[in-house]
């Protein structure tokens, strides 16, 4: 066979596209494929200041690439066949600091790899953002839709402006992932991570631990069930506030203060609550209402651990859980202080099943107090959110043992507050609850009530409470603690017998000793922290899950040679470093007790 002309100008370029090949023989092979197309993405590398020298690798929905950013923290990939959008990682050393690795997702030709784009990776993911690197980047452009950019943008904005950093309720409307950046200007985002940076370093903290809270609290909301037995952290926004030098977790923040003294409360916060402001380097707490200053000493070799003394004399001693929950005891009286950090909540995100714990004043004589413990279900639907008790027990009038039932009461209406808490009406309209609710760093939450109206009595709004309250957690599936797992505690004492008196605080420690996972049963030692132990067997998730169970036991053997009654005991486990303990009337026990047991920081 003849060989073919060669293509040539006078040819048509349509006919010569159609030939196959030119050669003598006609089968040289499949024609060349259209040139591959380059996909180029470009972009900056900041923790404040640039990032130079820091290698950055891009894996994409197709093809991977790998760049090193220039003196500004510049960089360009060129990924041959490439394909949007791409997980970005980012690894350097700043200058004079420790080695950084940053994450980020491009789904445009221009990227941010910054702090700020980190907590928007775990924001979104609910994951380690590291993981962005090892799955699948095709699935990127849904788990980063607009909508969800947008509501992790505002948490994490949310978290910024609520720790103080300045300017960051700028960037709202800016596009943290591949927005401008302006290195040098001490404006926008440039502005923001210097502001981060400032304020992780006046915390103590640092970037892997206030990416890890946002990934806690973003993995609770789509599953509270992951934080079962985690341990309690502090909030993100508390991460980035200054603390006191004797205690980690107490931080300068605002405070909601439960006051459960009969007529507590100021009309800052409605029932028995009032605002507070912890300043933590100062050693000072005041009130927002009235300017009552509280100045706080540290107990030596007891951190987090607090001597307080009011500007009118008062004193009492204060703990702080690691999640930075307070717990005070008053030396008047009756006086209990429980303080979470100030957050504004709505009523639908506390959707879901709780365990509650609470003390009222008896109806008919207000110095004589009742106890109550159960589960409750608050739901959400197009009528509203609504709170109802699905089980539990309660003691009918003070003196006698408690009565259960498994049977749901009435609905309660839950609304928002313009002060951010909660108001909870029964249906019958016989009392209002005010409530306030903290999210801890690990995902975990903790709400507290007072009563801050009775029919015919005062209003939310006066301020003005009975001194009854509650308090709630999620409801958790427990894990039976493992043989040789310690804890230390603090414990708050309250009487019940015939008015709510604290009657004590000490330091508590514990040994588990033996476990039966297949009853869910564990025998621990416990007592005084230094003093005499005695052994006792307690129940998880028992009588419901995210409770323990202890039983009434006399004639228990101390350490010291003597002998001692175990109470009867119910045990609400919090995430939050507190657990809230009933010890119900028994026959033998006639005064029911109530236990506020404060976790100490490790040490």
């Given at each position: 066979?003849?060989?073919?002309?060669?293509?040539?100008?006078?040819?048509?370029?349509?006919?010569?596209?159609?030939?196959?090949?030119?050669?003598?023989?006609?089968?040289?092979?499949?024609?060349?494929?259209?040139?591959?197309?380059?996909?180029?993405?470009?972009?900056?590398?900041?923790?404040?200041?640039?990032?130079?020298?820091?290698?950055?690798?891009?894996?994409?929905?197709?093809?991977?690439?790998?760049?090193?950013?220039?003196?500004?923290?510049?960089?360009?990939?060129?990924?041959?066949?490439?394909?949007?959008?791409?997980?970005?990682?980012?690894?350097?050393?700043?200058?004079?600091?420790?080695?950084?690795?940053?994450?980020?997702?491009?789904?445009?030709?221009?990227?941010?790899?910054?702090?700020?784009?980190?907590?928007?990776?775990?924001?979104?993911?609910?994951?380690?953002?590291?993981?962005?690197?090892?799955?699948?980047?095709?699935?990127?452009?849904?788990?980063?839709?607009?909508?969800?950019?947008?509501?992790?943008?505002?948490?994490?904005?949310?978290?910024?402006?609520?720790?103080?950093?300045?300017?960051?309720?700028?960037?709202?409307?800016?596009?943290?992932?591949?927005?401008?950046?302006?290195?040098?200007?001490?404006?926008?985002?440039?502005?923001?991570?210097?502001?981060?940076?400032?304020?992780?370093?006046?915390?103590?903290?640092?970037?892997?631990?206030?990416?890890?809270?946002?990934?806690?609290?973003?993995?609770?909301t789509a599953d509270p069930a992951t934080v079962a037995d985690a341990a309690a952290a502090?909030?993100?926004?508390?991460?980035?506030?200054?603390?006191?030098?004797?205690?980690?977790?107490?931080?300068?923040?605002?405070?909601?203060?439960?006051?459960?003294?009969?007529?507590?409360?100021?009309?800052?916060?409605?029932?028995?609550?009032?605002?507070?402001?912890?300043?933590?380097?100062?050693?000072?707490?005041?009130?927002?209402?009235?300017?009552?200053?509280?100045?706080?000493?540290?107990?030596?070799?007891?951190?987090?651990?607090?001597?307080?003394?009011?500007?009118?004399?008062?004193?009492?001693?204060?703990?702080?859980?690691?999640?930075?929950?307070?717990?005070?005891?008053?030396?008047?009286?009756?006086?209990?202080?429980?303080?979470?950090?100030?957050?504004?909540?709505?009523?639908?995100?506390?959707?879901?099943?709780?365990?509650?714990?609470?003390?009222?004043?008896?109806?008919?004589?207000?110095?004589?107090?009742?106890?109550?413990?159960?589960?409750?279900?608050?739901?959400?639907?197009?009528?509203?959110?609504?709170?109802?008790?699905?089980?539990?027990?309660?003691?009918?009038?003070?003196?006698?043992?408690?009565?259960?039932?498994?049977?749901?009461?009435?609905?309660?209406?839950?609304?928002?507050?313009?002060?951010?808490?909660?108001?909870?009406?029964?249906?019958?309209?016989?009392?209002?609850?005010?409530?306030?609710?903290?999210?801890?760093?690990?995902?975990?939450?903790?709400?507290?009530?007072?009563?801050?109206?009775?029919?015919?009595?005062?209003?939310?709004?006066?301020?003005?409470?009975?001194?009854?309250?509650?308090?709630?957690?999620?409801?958790?599936?427990?894990?039976?603690?493992?043989?040789?797992?310690?804890?230390?505690?603090?414990?708050?004492?309250?009487?019940?017998?015939?008015?709510?008196?604290?009657?004590?605080?000490?330091?508590?420690?514990?040994?588990?000793?033996?476990?039966?996972?297949?009853?869910?049963?564990?025998?621990?030692?416990?007592?005084?922290?230094?003093?005499?132990?005695?052994?006792?067997?307690?129940?998880?998730?028992?009588?419901?899950?995210?409770?323990?169970?202890?039983?009434?036991?006399?004639?228990?053997?101390?350490?010291?040679?003597?002998?001692?009654?175990?109470?009867?005991?119910?045990?609400?486990?919090?995430?939050?470093?507190?657990?809230?303990?009933?010890?119900?009337?028994?026959?033998?026990?006639?005064?029911?007790?109530?236990?506020?047991?404060?976790?100490?920081?490790?040490?």
């Amino acid at each position: 066979m003849r060989s073919l002309p060669l293509c040539t100008a006078a040819v048509a370029a349509g006919a010569c596209a159609l030939l196959a090949a030119c050669g003598d023989d006609g089968d040289g092979g499949p024609p060349p494929g259209p040139p591959a197309t380059s996909l180029g993405i470009s972009g900056t590398v900041a923790t404040g200041a640039a990032l130079a020298g820091a290698s950055v690798a891009a894996n994409c929905a197709t093809g991977t690439g790998s760049a090193t950013t220039d003196a500004n923290g510049g960089f360009t990939l060129t990924i041959a066949g490439g394909a949007l959008p791409c997980a970005l990682e980012a690894r350097g050393t700043p200058v004079g600091g420790s080695a950084v690795i940053l994450h980020s997702v491009a789904t445009a030709a221009t990227a941010n790899v910054t702090p700020l784009t980190e907590l928007m990776v775990a924001q979104v993911t609910g994951a380690d953002p590291a993981a962005l690197m090892t799955g699948s980047a095709s699935a990127l452009a849904t788990t980063f839709s607009a909508a969800s950019v947008q509501a992790a943008q505002a948490k994490v904005l949310a978290v910024l402006v609520a720790a103080g950093v300045d300017g960051a309720s700028s960037l709202a409307s800016d596009d943290l992932f591949a927005g401008p950046l302006a290195l040098g200007s001490a404006a926008g985002h440039d502005h923001v991570l210097d502001g981060l940076g400032g304020a992780l370093d006046a915390g103590g903290s640092s970037l892997a631990a206030l990416t890890g809270t946002l990934v806690a609290q973003a993995a609770a909301t789509a599953d509270p069930a992951t934080v079962a037995d985690a341990a309690a952290a502090l909030a993100p926004e508390l991460l980035l506030r200054p603390r006191a030098a004797s205690c980690a977790s107490l931080r300068s923040a605002g405070y909601w203060m439960l006051n459960s003294h009969a007529g507590g409360g100021s009309g800052d916060g409605g029932g028995g609550f009032a605002a507070h402001v912890v300043d933590a380097q100062a050693g000072t707490i005041t009130q927002s209402s009235d300017g009552t200053l509280y100045t706080l000493t540290a107990v030596p070799g007891d951190p987090c651990h607090f001597a307080v003394v009011a500007d009118d004399g008062s004193t009492g001693d204060a703990v702080v859980s690691p999640a930075g929950v307070i717990v005070a005891r008053g030396s008047q009286s009756q006086l209990l202080l429980i303080g979470i950090p100030r957050q504004s909540h709505s009523p639908a995100e506390l959707a879901g099943r709780w365990n509650w714990v609470g003390v009222d004043t008896f109806d008919t004589n207000n110095a004589a107090w009742v106890y109550d413990y159960g589960q409750i279900a608050v739901a959400t639907d197009a009528g509203g959110t609504t709170l109802q008790l699905q089980k539990g027990c309660a003691q009918p009038s003070p003196g006698e043992v408690e009565a259960c039932t498994t049977t749901p009461q009435e609905l309660h209406a839950l609304a928002a507050a313009t002060d951010g808490g909660l108001v909870n009406t029964p249906a019958s309209a016989r009392w209002t609850d005010k409530m306030f609710a903290y999210q801890a760093g690990n995902g975990d939450w903790l709400a507290i009530s007072s009563t801050c109206n009775i029919a015919g009595g005062s209003t939310c709004a006066a301020g003005i409470g009975d001194g009854s309250f509650g308090v709630a957690s999620r409801t958790r599936t427990l894990a039976v603690p493992a043989a040789g797992t310690t804890t230390n505690s603090w414990n708050v004492y309250l009487d019940t017998a015939t008015q709510l008196s604290t009657v004590g605080t000490d330091a508590w420690s514990t040994l588990v000793t033996s476990v039966d996972a297949a009853t869910g049963a564990f025998t621990r030692t416990a007592g005084p922290t230094g003093g005499a132990t005695h052994a006792e067997t307690l129940s998880v998730n028992d009588p419901y899950d995210g409770f323990q169970f202890r039983d009434l036991a006399t004639g228990v053997a101390t350490s010291n040679g003597g002998s001692t009654t175990v109470r009867k005991a119910v045990f609400l486990k919090t995430g939050v470093g507190v657990s809230v303990i009933v010890q119900p009337v028994t026959p033998s026990s006639p005064a029911g007790r109530l236990v506020l047991s404060v976790g100490q920081p490790a040490p």
